[in-house]
């Protein structure tokens, strides 16, 4: 049974090879070396879920791992030459100089493009599928595929709509929870603190950040107001947006349970929250792990993929240390970027004191220092850490307090100057650096 196994295995991979090899390398934008790796990591995966998809469709399966897995790349894009194997010389009836030299262009031109983006493009263009199944291949967010059926955009289109909306919604949740602690004009001033905040760029962006803060913010609030129920279903969601939600399912539990102790909203409502929180990361987790063949699959990804992985500090600590004295031999080292992001942790540190001795309700503080252990607990790209940071935003509550003395032109200068410095600093971030 194996050997026959084997033998299809064999036979299908001497089949498709070449052509799996020619989709790779569109997928790297030319690279034949990467494109080679890319086909080998795809095939072996294939190998152990053989058993389960030889009959349906094992070639869709390849092609699914690899334009995620080629999606996935965090590398800097490169806007110079790209390094191809020399050409055989083989008899030819023709002369065929201008099909490579079109082929070389064609390679090249897609090598400029985002990773993600450059999959799609292949995706759509060179395999000929339809948006919609383009969407299924690199696992787009579920939100924004149906975004797209409804409103007839494309897949990048939805997504900047979806994130441009997260985040309108994501500042009147900011707004809400800020102004009932401190007042309406606290809770402008909070979101303008927000608006600006190193890293901000990534808010209408094709990320899923300001989607996860909007449910975070009005969880958040829902807490506050004891509104049990939506509190669990918003943290819910949050944990099928991003791991992270952790933190703020950690903090909707704390409540809870001061709640039931207080005896304040009876017993029901509080425990359903409780069990209604973790169920979306969970199925995140699960969902992620099944795809994967893998049950701690998300872990593997962001490991493998990015290098993230929970360190306890180490990188961290490596990187507040390596900066003062002008050493740059640290993972993912971009000095001024990543000067930025030390400022941001530092300011982050600096207000965690004040707003814990302002005594807001349990939730928010939870909520904010376990957002604060992830995000310097983990190794990572440091220059993104300020943009890691963002749901943090109940840190932005005793500034804010204290900007609402000023008056409002002095306000508006403050907030415009730092509009201009969080700006430029986004455009650094995208168009020179290109981090991920």
């Known amino acids: 049974m194996e050997q026959a196994r084997a033998g299809e295995f064999d036979e299908f991979v001497a089949a498709r090879w070449s052509a799996l090899l020619h989709l790779a390398r569109l997928l790297t934008g030319g690279d034949r070396h990467r494109a080679e790796d890319l086909v080998q990591e795809s095939l072996f995966k294939l190998w152990f879920v053989w058993s389960k998809v030889a009959e349906e469709a094992p070639e869709a399966y390849v092609r699914k791992v690899m334009a995620r897995a080629a999606a996935r790349s965090a590398r800097r894009r490169w806007w110079g030459e790209h390094p191809v194997a020399h050409l055989p010389e083989t008899a030819a009836t023709g002369d065929v100089s201008a099909t490579v030299a079109e082929r070389f262009r064609l390679e090249a031109a897609l090598g400029r493009l985002p990773a993600k983006q450059r999959a799609a493009v292949v995706l759509r263009y060179y395999q000929d599928l339809p948006e919609r199944q383009v969407a299924e291949v690199l696992g787009c967010p579920a939100l924004m595929r149906l975004v797209s059926e409804v409103t007839g955009l494309g897949l990048y289109g939805a997504g900047l709509l979806v994130s441009v909306v997260s985040s309108f919604v994501a500042a009147l949740g900011i707004y809400a929870v800020t102004s009932r602690l401190a007042g309406t004009r606290a809770g402008l001033a909070a979101v303008g603190l927000w608006a600006v905040w190193p890293g901000s760029g990534v808010k209408w962006a094709l990320y899923s950040d300001s989607l996860y803060i909007a449910l975070a913010a009005w969880a958040c609030h829902a807490v506050m107001r004891r509104q049990w129920l939506t509190a669990g279903l918003l943290a ?169 003395r000023l008056t409002l032109p002095l306000q508006l200068t403050l907030l415009g100057l730092a509009a201009l410095a969080s700006g430029s600093y986004a455009g650094y971030a995208l168009f020179e650096l290109g981090v991920p």
């Not at 791991?243 to 009876?266: E, K, N, Y």
């Not at 593997?300 to 992985?309: E, P």
């Open 236 to 404: 819910c969601a949050a944990g099928l947006n991003r791991p992270t939600a952790v933190s703020l399912i950690a903090a909707l539990a704390v409540a809870a349970l001061l709640a039931l102790r207080r005896r304040q909203d009876g017993v029901v409502r509080p425990l359903a929250a409780m069990a209604l929180a973790p169920l979306g990361l969970l199925g995140y987790l699960g969902w992620v792990g099944h795809e994967m063949g893998d049950y701690g699959g998300y872990f593997t990804l962001q490991t493998g993929a990015w290098a993230h992985t929970l360190d306890y500090g180490r990188h961290t600590l490596d990187v507040l240390t390596s900066l003062p004295v002008g050493r740059d031999d640290y993972l993912f080292a971009w000095p001024f970027a990543d000067l930025i992001g030390v400022g941001a942790v530092l300011l982050a540190l600096a207000l965690l004191p004040l707003l814990i001795r302002r005594r807001p309700p349990a939730a928010l503080v939870v909520h904010t220092v376990l957002t604060i252990v992830l995000v310097l607990g983990s190794q990572q790209i440091f220059a993104n850490v300020s943009r890691y940071l963002l749901p943090a935003f109940p840190l932005l509550i005793p500034l804010a307090t204290a900007l609402r």
